[in-house]
């Protein structure tokens, strides 16, 4: 239960003096519905103002003049703005206002009175003679300029709520803002020279220069360090419950020994390593709460099948579950031939099956005779019933829902006392410095290299006017029985517009290339899967697919991949999308495309793809040059919506916070000491609890 000294900051913003109902939606637009999400606003910059004349004015700069009203002008026809022409004695200044402003500015301004007037200076044309400030922040009277600031913070804004509003209401949250028990260890308050939490939020709010804005300054590093405090402290709590359940013993079996012989190549050396991770954990007797992480096509289903032959030799059932049924029929058929072979029963089970053959699938997996069913979300469905379920694999976990993962979990026998075990597996590499913000509470396992034979792709990148050599030489591939993705990337806020693109693209590829095929997220599921199959059985020669696609299928015989605009994406999703190709024993390309010129860490970037094809070296490189922001595409990978902490600036402090997390758990388990009562505060304050990050892991 939230103590009830976070109660003012856990009110609606509403209760803010100036928030009606017409400002209340824009401010919880910008900041979130109660006010600790205004207090947790940070500015976002300073504006500096000088006083100077209007023959000394520099343009694109903040500054304020003493003037004389020299006339008015308003708008001749609709949709022209409303000017003021001032005058300083060196030069004149044009004022300029639009949408609405009329009348009231030549009562409120008439002509011969003297203002102070603080603005940006613009000049509105290259060889205009007079300079102009558009909607100026500040118009007084002369005797009013000193309450024009020189220093003045800058927040985020947005059309109806401008910074200098939202100030106000940031500096009334921080009133209601109480004195909070100290939470952080002393020792470390002082050797950081951190000041407390309420003296951080203060001065969070009253920058006086650009390094107390920046994400290293003291007070953001103490107030950045509380919100990964109370993440880590959730997350490892969240681990410790999972360990306090037992799970089913699994020893290794003489099932899987048999299926890893019959491969027709060796494991490598970072598949055996996962494997002996994963299998260590299934023998424990806990259950095991587990991410396997690897790069696309580093052989990660081949691992989880070994687990799936693990748990067969004990009796045991699995369940392998993907978020396409495309993803899932390629399991299928990577799984099924060498476990059958070995006397197990595999099944597919999607929301293509019906009727009677459903039916019959559904009463195997309740008897027990299929010991493996591999499926889309049809596996988590109310009717569907295992005898024995005590491994669920989920393929790209952060595909699915929180209750979608538990339903499966809870398939296991009801009358066991135990819980099932869970294999997370993901594609998206994470650089290990942010990985404990992702993935802290659960074990990972990486596959960081790839099996020997995989074809190099080569990488180039090309400016787009060369689109139509691109296309005759893919003209040529697929004359000689080559198959080609084309992938077109967001280019608007726009569903229609985006789709549009794609739909151009593919006509334009049709007018020149045979069987070329259109994937977009606003088909049908089963629309969708049926063009996949196509490209997928070799109907179609040129797949072309929104970025909202998945496009995991596994094509040998797909080679080249073309991706327009290859500056918007990140280097992450480059580079699983270059995964898709040199999976056979054709040579295989990738074409980056670009509008000229380039930003220089564009260059970077797109020169990073060319010189390496390790993920997790790429997402690495990729967080070094892009900084914040979401440069890796790690919100689509459960990653956390931190409010006050830069998962990059604030690296550093991560590990930090989740080994104090470690210490205060092997402590204080319950939080009952008067630290562990402070940190509960400290967790109800950023909403960190052990349940809110089962939306990250499930």
Sequence with gaps: MRPEILFPLFTSVSTLKGVGPRVAPLV???????????????????????TT??????????????????????????????????????????????????????RQHPKGARRAVSGKVERPEVFASELQIAHPD??????????????????????????????????EALARAPD?????????????????????????????????????????????????????????????????????????????????????????????????????????????????????????????????????????????????EILARQHFETIAAPLEALGLSVILLTGRDKGAGRAAKLAGLAEGAHHIAVGTHALFQDDVGFRALALTIIDEQHRFGVNERRRLQEKGPANADWGVHLLAMSATPIPRTLELTVFGDLDVSRIDEKPPGRTPVATRAVPTPRVPEIIERLRVAISSGAQAFWICPLVSESDKVDLRAAEDRAADLARHLPGVGLVHGQMPPAEKDAVMQRFVDGEVSVLVATTVVEVGVNVPNASIMVIEHADRFGLAQLHQLRGRVGRGTRESACVLLYDPPLSEVAQQRLDILRRSDDGFEIAEKDLELRGGGDPLGLKQSGFPAYRLADPVAHRDLIAVAADDARLILARDLALTSPRGQALRTLQELFDWKPTSVLNEAG
């Design 28 to 50: 919880e637009k910008l900041a979130g519905p109660i006010v600790r999400d205004v207090l947790f606003t940070a500015p976002s910059g300073l504006i500096r103002r000088t």
């Design 53 to 106: 004349t209007v023959d000394q004015a520099v343009e694109n700069q903040v500054q304020t003049f003493i003037v004389t009203i020299d006339g008015h002008q308003p708008p001749h026809r609709l949709g022209q703005p409303w000017k003021v022409r001032a005058w300083d004695g060196t030069g004149f200044l044009t004022l300029v206002w639009f949408k609405g402003h009329g009348p009231h500015l030549e």
């Design 138 to 171: 500040y118009i007084v009277a002369e005797d009013k300029a000193g309450d024009i600031p020189l220093v003045e913070t800058v927040y985020p804004a947005t059309h109806g709520l401008p910074s200098r509003t939202f100030r106000k209401l940031a500096l």
């Design 180 to 324: 909070l028990a100290e939470w952080q260890d002393a020792a470390w308050i002082e050797r950081e020279k951190l000041p407390s939490w309420r003296d951080a939020l203060a001065a969070l709010h009253a920058p006086a220069s650009e390094a107390d804005l920046s994400p290293l300054s003291r007070p953001r590093r103490r107030l950045a360090y509380d919100e990964l405090l109370a993440h880590q402290l959730a997350l490892a709590q969240r681990k410790a419950a999972r360990r306090s359940h037992p799970g089913p013993r699994i020893p290794a079996g003489p099932l899987s020994e048999a299926a890893e012989k019959a491969l027709p190549f060796k494991l490598t050396d970072a598949q055996i390593r996962a494997l002996s991770e994963i299998r260590g954990d299934l023998a424990s007797g806990e259950r095991m709460s587990r991410l396997l992480q690897g790069d696309v096509g580093s052989g990660k289903t081949v691992v989880a099948m070994l687990a799936m032959a693990d748990a067969a030799s004990s009796g045991f059932q699995s369940a392998l579950m993907a978020p396409t």
